[in-house]
């Protein structure tokens, strides 16, 4: 990786939606950086293993399955390939995402 990226500058929220940035991204892997107001998102069925942080705010991941997970700053959780779920719930949340293809 060629170019410096500071993951707590340039933050902002949008009541329109979730602000999403490629940070990097190879046939292997896919580094995005998503700034949550207040939104709550659709059920995801995803091929990857997905690994967030929540770096900044509170947020709550709900499975299909009803079981719910409240993050707070610092938490982190792996989300396995076709392990269906959304956030339900969040508050001026900056999350890193992590995408292993």
């Known amino acids: 990786m060629d170019k410096l990226y500071n993951i707590f500058k340039n933050i902002k929220f949008s009541r329109d939606g979730e602000i999403e940035e490629k940070i990097y991204e190879d046939e292997g892997v896919k580094v995005f950086r998503t700034m949550s107001l207040d939104q709550v998102t659709g059920f995801?069925?995803?091929?990857?293993?997905?690994?967030?942080?929540?770096?900044?705010?509170?947020?709550?991941?709900?499975?299909?399955?009803?079981?719910?997970?409240?993050?707070?700053?610092?938490?982190?959780?792996?989300?396995?390939?076709?392990?269906?779920?959304?956030?339900?719930?969040?508050?001026?949340?900056?999350?890193?995402?992590?995408?292993?293809?």
């Open 44 to 101: 995801y069925d995803q091929d990857d293993l997905e690994i967030v942080f929540l770096l900044k705010g509170k947020a709550q991941i709900e499975y299909e399955d009803g079981r719910r997970l409240d993050l707070g700053e610092g938490d982190s959780l792996a989300i396995r390939p076709h392990e269906i779920h959304r956030v339900s719930w969040q508050e001026k949340a900056v999350w890193l995402c992590i995408f292993k293809k």
